[in-house]
């Protein structure tokens, strides 16, 4: 099975890793000894000859100390109890960063945000049967799922399956192992507004992937 790839938009992965590194004044060989990435990658990363697959991503935020917002170019600010930050993210047809897997692919919506208390995310399952999943996704935090096109079918491992329709939602500890599942023969679309972060979930989908049956 080939790594689940990672595609960012609209900001390409090369003028965001080119930036984050000069930003944090470090040399490909700096960046290479901190996230175990080899030079010859990110060399040709920053030269747009190569994208990056989803566990490389992470290595790279995890070791640069970044989540996936700040590698898009928003350094965290710090915000103060009680005081309005001003912050604000539009998300136009075609926005978000999307990372593709096999089981799913999800566009994450306000990317370009850092430090937000929770994930907005369109998740678009690929799986017609939970027997496509080696194990349960699992990740801190709480979730809330809305279908938007098609039915979907959720697996969690301390109740039966059950299947939401278009217009129907679910909102679930994400701590209990779950699973999206596309109901039917039809697309299936649904909008997931996930606590965390981005390469919190992104980490999780990847060890799920990774277990045995």
């Not at 100390?65 to 109890?81: F, H, K, S, T």
Request: charged share 25%; aromatic share 6%.
């Amino acid at each position: 099975m080939g790594q689940p790839s990672v595609k960012l938009d609209p900001v390409k992965l090369d003028e965001a890793l080119r930036a984050l590194r000069r930003r944090l004044g470090l040399t490909m060989a700096e960046v290479s000894q901190r996230t175990g990435v080899a030079v010859s990658t990110l060399s040709k990363v920053e030269a747009g000859k190569m994208s990056l697959t989803y566990d490389k991503l992470t290595q790279l935020c995890r070791g640069l100390g970044v989540d996936l917002a700040e590698l898009l170019g928003n350094p965290v600010r710090p915000v103060d109890e009680g005081s309005a930050t001003g912050r604000r993210s539009i998300n136009r047809l075609g926005d978000g960063a999307i990372v593709r897997t096999e089981h799913y692919d999800h566009c994450y919506l306000s990317a370009d945000v850092s430090g937000k208390a929770f994930v907005p995310l369109l998740v678009e399952p690929q799986a017609r049967s939970f027997d496509a999943f080696p194990d349960f996704v699992r990740h801190a935090g709480e979730e809330f799922v809305y279908v938007l096109e098609g039915a979907l079918e959720i697996h969690t491992e301390y109740y039966k399956p059950v299947v939401l329709q278009t217009g129907e939602s679910m909102w679930l500890d994400s701590q209990m192992g779950h699973a999206y599942v596309a109901h039917g023969e039809g697309r299936c679309r649904v909008l997931a507004v996930c606590s965390g972060t981005e390469t919190e979930l992104i980490d999780a989908l990847h060890a799920a992937g990774r277990k045995s049956p």
